[in-house]
């Protein structure tokens, strides 16, 4: 007997109406789960490996110390990526459930957990899909005998302040990279108050990045799990070449030393180490509901510990290869102008968008580089945009699938209903004035909300959960309990970290900026306004709770923080029958 979709194994409700909304073994329609393992291990490669391996760390490590970088990075990977993402795993194979229902389960006092997750990722997917069209931009203009951003000669050039190479200290010169980044693909007001219109070129990438996306995931982990063997795979051959490439350069040497080269100075700085656990949060996607919502397509005794270390040293290791590849290059443009490699190296998209595509029309056989470069970019991006759509579909389903789909016909028109809308809300980030919508989308987002629903996550799952009960889970599915280190991390370690990274947040906090621009106060009332539509809803879950629960104020709390889970699963039939079945595979 096959053991595909036994996630109704996992849990035992204690209340009727919960049993009805979970599959069991009798179900006539199971949860769909991935093919194959390697199906969800490159799935969830592909979300964690993103464009901020490429550019986020590469700055952070040269500019926190380069080499001595690598020490809290890796003290964080340890002591909090590594156990947080086994947690989600866990906590998604386990319930067979998105993160909206999963988080209801097991802390109904916040709940609201869940749904904050599902609104951050639906919020990252309407904008994080538009560095997908900047990229195809860039690819259609790569097949092109000359590449436009290499000369100070076209229409959209100021041509007294433009250098065909990096300014240098010469503060009024432009680079021609930056010049087209700014002049040609995006068109760029002077401000947020100047939207200026829609770039309509803009809007066909946009559209053509929408459709690759909607293809992708139409049929659900079926359609995901086989895209993501080339969209994971393809950019690490991409990488290697590059790297293989740059190294032959000259100075290229030079732009390496100085992102290895410790400045031990720095280890005694607090922002260093906010900065790598940060990078280390930000890269692996904990507090997204990613994690957790393509985990729970996954069979019910899949190894997650397993899964967990491959994704986790994965991701690390194309970080630093990212760095190479990346300083590398800097460190040949460096040489070619005369200039030290601190003046080269620039944070954010330009890194990508601006210095690259410059380093690549200067290499022998930039015909080739520069497109198979944007078609890496392109890859990166959509294995992230993939995980974040389907963290929305999978929370509509788990919701409201019995309302929705028969409505809908087919689960493929709820995905392009997603799709469409996600578009939509995308398009003021493609107007002339969408690159300030976009940076304070994204620091409101991605920085602010997740730091706050990341301290929310963690408190529910490893304090009032409890870490005795996730061990129980992980023996359930394992068969054995997990060793004192994750418990120590899930208990103590990982909530004390995440609590620091929030403090100190709170304390370093500045406005948001996009380069000299500051932006005025009713944008930055926009911005908390877009960080409380995620995390408001944990206060409003707790008090919903609190509400509908019935005695004193001291038994509504009380039974708010109880499961409705029961974990001592061992009598149910249903799962007698799934150790039977384990017996005799």
């Known amino acids: 007997m096959d053991v595909e979709g036994e996630g109704g194994y996992a849990l035992v409700p204690i209340d009727g109406k919960a049993a009805m909304e979970l599959p069991t073994s009798d179900s006539k329609e199971q949860r769909p789960t991935w093919g194959r393992r390697l199906e969800f291990i490159l799935a969830t490669v592909g979300y964690a490996v993103g464009l901020g391996n490429v550019w986020r760390f590469p700055y952070l490590c040269y500019s926190s110390g380069g080499g001595a970088f690598m020490i809290p990075y890796l003290i964080m990977v340890c002591v909090c990526g590594l156990p947080l993402l086994f947690m989600e795993f866990t906590l998604g194979q386990y319930t067979r459930l998105g993160p909206v229902h999963a988080f209801a389960k097991i802390c109904p006092l916040l709940k609201g957990v869940g749904l904050a997750t599902v609104v951050i990722s639906f919020v990252f997917s309407t904008y994080y899909n538009v560095l997908m069209s900047w990229a195809i931009y860039y690819l259609f203009n790569s097949f092109r005998s000359t590449l436009p951003w290499q000369s100070c000669n076209d229409t959209w050039n100021v041509v007294q302040n433009c250098s065909s190479g990096f300014p240098g200290n010469v503060t009024h010169l432009q680079s021609a990279s930056q010049q087209f980044f700014d002049n040609k693909l995006l068109e760029k007001t002077d401000g947020i108050e100047d939207s200026g219109g829609i770039r309509w070129e803009l809007l066909g990438c946009l559209v053509a990045a929408w459709v690759i996306v909607y293809f992708c995931i139409f049929k659900g982990v079926k359609s995901t799990g086989k895209v993501v063997y080339f969209t994971a795979v393809y950019p690490y051959f991409i990488l290697f070449a590059l790297l293989i490439n740059n190294v032959q350069l000259p100075g290229a040497i030079n732009g390496i030393l100085y992102f290895v080269t410790p400045v031990w100075s720095k280890l005694f700085q607090i922002k260093v180490w906010v900065n790598a656990a940060a990078q280390v949060f930000n890269s692996i996607g904990i507090g997204f509901g990613s994690m957790v919502s393509m985990s729970s397509y996954n069979k019910f005794n899949n190894n997650v510990l397993r899964d967990a270390f491959i994704v986790t040293m994965t991701n690390s290791f194309t970080s630093i290869l990212a760095g190479f590849v990346i300083f590398s290059a800097i460190g040949y443009m460096a040489h070619i102008h005369n200039l030290p490699v601190e003046n080269i190296a620039t944070d954010g998209p330009g890194l990508v968008f601006v210095v690259y595509p410059e380093v690549i029309s200067t290499m022998p056989l930039f015909q080739l580089w520069a497109p198979l470069f944007f078609i890496m970019l392109l890859c990166l991006g959509l294995d992230s945009q993939f995980a974040t759509v389907e963290v929305a579909i999978t929370f509509l389903k788990d919701e409201f699938g019995t309302k929705i789909l028969p409505f809908l016909k087919r689960e ?80 103590i370690l990982c909530p004390m970290l995440v609590l620091c990274i929030l403090v100190a947040s709170i304390v370093q906090y500045t406005p948001v900026r996009y380069g000299k621009y500051k932006y005025p106060s009713w944008a930055e009332g926009v911005g908390w306004g877009v960080s409380l539509v995620s995390i408001i809803w944990i206060p409003l879950g707790a008090i919903h709770e609190l509400y509908i629960n019935k005695g004193s104020l001291h038994d509504r709390l009380k039974s708010a923080v109880t499961p409705t889970v029961d974990l001592d699963v061992d009598n149910s039939p249903d799962i007698q029958s799934h150790q039977q079945n384990r017996r005799v595979h």
């Open 412 to 491: 493929e028109l709820l995905t392009l209903v997603v799709c469409l809308l996600c578009f939509l809300l995308g398009l003021p980030h493609i107007t002339k004035g969408g690159i300030y919508v976009f940076q304070l989308m994204d620091h409101y987002t991605a920085v602010v909300s997740l730091m706050f629903l990341a301290f929310a996550e963690v408190v529910s799952v490893c304090w009032v959960f409890g870490t005795p009960r996730i061990s129980l889970m992980v023996k359930r599915m394992l068969g054995r309990s997990p060793n004192i280190y994750f418990r120590v991390c899930w208990l």
